[in-house]
T-cell receptor, first 114, second 115 residues
């Protein structure tokens, strides 16, 4: 099961910042938080990931709370092309395999409007 | 462009056909994955390969048969599928399958329709 909780949908006006929340209260000390997005009919696109510190790249910023139980993905200036389903994922090691994978939940459908 | 290329992008096959999906990664990664996304369902992990060895089989029916001839290529052989197997099949790769900090990159997917 996914270890995260996200709102099913959010709206954002074009040009404004989009702040997407994620709760991961059972996260363990060595588990990373990953964010992906999926535009309809396409493969998931990697956005950003982090462990403890806040992270920023050309696409977005990731703010992780000090207790690591929640995080926020920030798209600083949303455009219409940012309309997509956004997935917050805690990457874990599989109990049976010992290998780490991504378990996707339902994500947040972000609709950016003019 | 993610460096992971899947072909074909669209495939229609009958229930008695045999077909294959192909994935190639140009990232020098050692781990490759197959995921399945059915309509209105979350992505589901199917298989994980690490250094050409299958390390995870997520209870996938035998009508789906993966093959990893080298670390750059991954195939999913399909035979006697059912209409409910119609879905988007996604290939992905990462530097290795163990590191929690190694990003997994996805291809654009292959849309499969079983008639």
């Amino acid at each position: 099961d996914a270890k995260t909780t996200q709102p099913p949908s959010m709206d954002c006006a074009e040009g404004r910042a989009a702040n997407l929340p994620c709760n991961h209260s059972t996260i363990s000390g060595n588990e990373y938080v990953y964010w992906y997005r999926q535009i309809h009919s396409q493969g998931p696109q990697y956005i950003i990931h982090g462990l403890k510190n806040n992270e920023t790249n050309e696409m977005a910023s990731l703010i992780i709370t000090e207790d690591r139980k929640s995080s926020t993905l920030i798209l600083p200036h949303a455009t219409l092309r940012d309309t997509a389903v956004y997935y917050c994922i805690v990457r874990v090691v599989g109990l049976s395999s010992g290998y780490s994978t991504l378990t996707f939940g339902k994500g947040t459908m972000l609709l950016v409007s003019p | 462009e993610t460096g992971v290329t899947q072909t074909p992008r669209h495939l229609v096959m009958g229930m008695t056909n045999k077909k294959s999906l192909k994935c190639e990664q140009h990232l020098g990664h050692n781990a490759m994955y197959w995921y399945k996304q059915s309509a209105k369902k979350p992505l589901e992990l199917m298989f994980v390969y690490s250094l050409e060895e299958r390390v995870e089989n997520n209870s996938v029916p035998s009508r789906f048969s993966p093959e990893c001839p080298n670390s750059s290529h991954l195939f999913l052989h399909l035979h006697t599928l059912q209409p409910e197997d119609s879905a988007l099949y996604l290939c992905a790769s990462s530097q290795d399958a163990g590191g929690l900090g190694n990003t997994i990159y996805f291809g654009e997917g292959s849309w499969l329709t079983v008639v």
